[in-house]
């Protein structure tokens, strides 16, 4: 079944840049379309960016011109790069497979979305 890892997290100083993997296992990823989500405190949880299959991607209004979604699919991972942390970046971040990658976020989710366990970013000086 579908099974994913996010790693990469931690504290990081807002200016400052990390990049997070999310490694699939038992299945192929190449056919997937991934994403990212992240939840701050006290919020909803939210989609950040997504990339399907043909490596057409989206983001969020909030993350544009800062953070980049790819994909290794020799290494079954897909990564985010995040550049110029605000503070209001801080959540924990998580990644997910089979997605409806839309412009949209809130059409992201599916019915058999697997999630993984998320990973935390603080933002923080």
């Known amino acids: 079944q579908l099974h994913v890892v996010e790693s990469g997290g931690g504290l990081v100083q807002p200016g400052g840049s990390m990049r997070l993997s999310c490694v699939g296992s038992?299945?192929?990823?190449?056919?997937?379309?991934m994403a990212w989500f992240r939840q701050a405190p006290g919020k909803e949880r939210e989609g950040v960016s997504c990339?399907?299959?043909?490596?057409?991607?989206h983001y969020v209004d909030s993350v544009k011109g800062r953070f980049t979604i790819s994909r290794d699919n020799a290494k079954n991972t897909v990564y985010l790069q995040m550049n110029n942390l605000k503070v209001e970046d801080t959540a924990v971040y998580y990644c997910?497979?089979?997605?409806?990658?839309?412009?949209?976020?809130?059409?992201?989710?599916?019915?058999?979305?697997?999630w993984g366990q998320g990973t935390q970013v603080p933002v923080s000086s």
């Open positions: 990339i399907n299959s043909r490596e057409g991607t």
């Open positions: 997910a497979a089979s997605v409806e990658c839309l412009g949209n976020p809130d059409y992201w989710i599916k019915p058999d979305i697997a």
């Open positions: 038992g299945f192929t990823l190449d056919y997937y379309a």
